[in-house]
């Protein structure tokens, strides 16, 4: 209603208030859920885990602290019965993490989600990959008849990665081998096609793959490159202290005839809300952490859209991002550290 109205400067206090308040209730109801597991209350706890994912999806607030709570909640929830891929509050948990978040997770509590699930094929592989199933995801790519196709690019992209870490190059080369021709020249495959290079000793293939993974991560993202609900993929390395893009940033300017107020998301989770006014405001996304491409996304919560002056990836070295007019960009970190 607040924003319907147009009041921005009241719907940007307001969303302000309810992440304090949400931040807080979190908390205290995973606290409750730490203490039916101490009194090893399946079933309340059981009862209590689907009433937290009712209450508190994950994507709403992705900082630190919400992906360690997310975390904890798959950790605790004892077995379930049976659920839907779509649905299901352990289904809603899985995606999260598969969608560039699965740092840090417990391979048991993925493996006691997931095989309660009716998970699509490629998903399942992913997830038992995930949970160090190597049975589990060999038997899904034995019994499959899609294996090929793009739909499991992304699996065998990250088989190919785990195979590397284990020191297996010959592993790792038969994954790659697999991947769809057509998607040979996406940014996870040549990031991982790269890697393999490396390790192989193949330095004439590393220089291909780097070559053609810096066009891919050159594209263009000024203005011109977002789409009309103002959705931009990119294909970052940042994940290790050595990736291209460690400690850099999105920088966004924009130009606003009227103040509006807007969240910016990557890969569909909410890291902070800001204000645009007249006198222009500027957004500088960080790009840590990530790996392979993300989503970043610009969601207007109220008042009209404002206009992307300029978009432009900026290194480590540049100085950060600063406004005017940039009203408390809602950095998770702070409003999810807030005490209760």
């Known amino acids: 209603m607040v924003a ?3 009041n921005v400067e009241a719907a940007a206090a307001l969303r302000a208030r309810w992440e304090r308040a949400e931040a807080k209730a979190r908390a205290a109801d995973l606290a409750k859920l730490e203490e039916r597991a101490r009194m ?16 508190h999806p994950p994507k709403e607030l992705d900082g630190a602290e919400g992906r360690r709570q997310a975390v904890r909640v798959l950790e605790l929830w004892p077995h379930d019965r049976a659920g839907p891929w779509r649905g299901d509050g352990r289904a809603e948990l899985l995606r999260y993490f598969l969608d560039g978040r699965s740092g840090g997770l417990d391979r048991a509590a993925v493996a006691r989600a997931a095989e309660a699930l009716w998970v699509p094929e490629a998903d399942r592989a992913r997830l038992r990959l995930l949970a160090g199933n190597r049975y589990g995801w060999e038997r899904v790519l034995g019994e499959s008849k899609t294996v090929g196709s793009l739909e499991w690019t992304t699996f065998f992209a990250e088989l190919a990665r785990a195979e590397l870490a284990a020191g297996r190059t010959d592993k790792a080369a038969e994954a790659l081998g697999r991947i769809a021709p057509r998607a040979r020249g996406e940014c996870a495959v040549l990031l ?12 004439a293939d590393a220089e291909e793959a780097g070559r053609l993974l810096a066009a891919v991560r050159e594209a263009r993202v000024g203005p011109e490159a977002w789409s009309t609900a103002w959705s931009l993929p990119l294909c970052v390395e940042a994940e290790s202290d050595e990736g291209a893009d460690k400690g850099a940033e999105l920088r966004i300017s924009f130009v606003a005839a009227a103040p509006a107020l807007l969240a910016w998301d990557v890969n569909s989770g909410r890291r902070g809300t800001f204000v645009v006014g007249p006198e222009g405001a500027t957004l500088g996304v960080p790009l840590d952490g990530l790996q392979g491409v993300a989503v970043v996304s610009l969601p207007v919560l109220a008042g009209p859209r404002p206009a992307i002056v300029s978009a432009s990836r900026r290194a480590a070295t540049a100085a950060p991002a600063t406004s005017a007019r940039v009203a408390d960009v809602a950095g998770m970190e702070r409003l999810n550290s807030t005490s209760p």
């Open 4 to 6: 319907g109205a147009g």
């Open 40 to 55: 090893r209350d399946d079933d309340g706890l059981r009862a209590g885990c689907r009433a937290w994912m009712g209450a």
């Open 192 to 203: 991982v096609r790269r890697a393999y290079a490396e390790a192989a000793g193949d330095a």
